[in-house]
């Protein structure tokens, strides 16, 4: 279906921008703190026309995503999708540099140290935290020392889809609400 100016319509014309549910798709959605993925899909046997992705969500259990229509776009075009792998895989290095940092500041600090959420971009990487109290230079170098000595180890990232239910029985796993 196609979604433009708050509601469902059957086609949209060349220059307009509107937001896509496809059936399937393979890319991420902004959520949890990371941007969503970029790309661009063509129309099946009209593979010089692109239709630039660029930004996605969740809406109503949909993923949407946002493009230009560079030529009209109508319900039941098949689509072949093209994924920014560039820039996918530099968000999801961010993304487990978080999960390192909130480690290294946990062993250091202790278990007051608490995520409270994070940013992550293909460019960047925010990490909010609050501690008990202020954090010493040494103590800082301690925890720079420990994530880049869990980098160095070099250790395969393990991944894997699990309803949340189970995901909060694995033990030493924290999750972060975000508001």
């Known amino acids: ?29 902004e959520q949890g ?5 970029l790309g661009y899909f063509v129309r099946e046997g009209d593979q010089d026309v692109l239709f630039p992705v660029e ?17 009209p776009l109508r319900v039941g075009d098949r689509v072949v999708l093209f ?14 540099a978080t999960h390192l940092l909130n480690f290294a500041l946990r062993q250091v600090l202790g278990e007051s140290a608490a995520q409270h959420g994070s940013h992550v971009t293909a460019e960047r990487l925010r990490f909010d935290v609050s501690v008990m109290g202020p954090v010493s230079s040494q103590q800082l170098q301690e925890v720079e020392k420990k994530f880049q000595d869990v ?26 609400d975000e508001v």
């Open 1 to 29: 279906m196609l979604y433009k100016d708050q509601s469902l319509h059957s086609a949209v014309s060349r220059g307009q921008r509107c937001g896509v549910i496809l059936d399937r798709t393979c890319y991420y959605a």
């Open 83 to 96: 994924l920014d792998e560039a820039q996918r895989t530099a968000c999801m290095e961010k993304h487990t």
């Open 151 to 176: 980098i160095g180890q070099n250790q395969e990232v393990y991944t894997a889809e699990i309803p949340l239910t189970d995901a909060k029985n694995i033990p030493g796993l924290r999750s972060v």
């Open 55 to 71: 930004y996605l969500h969740q809406a109503g259990g949909y993923v949407l995503h946002e493009v230009m229509a560079t030529e």
């Open 33 to 37: 703190g990371q941007s969503s993925d």
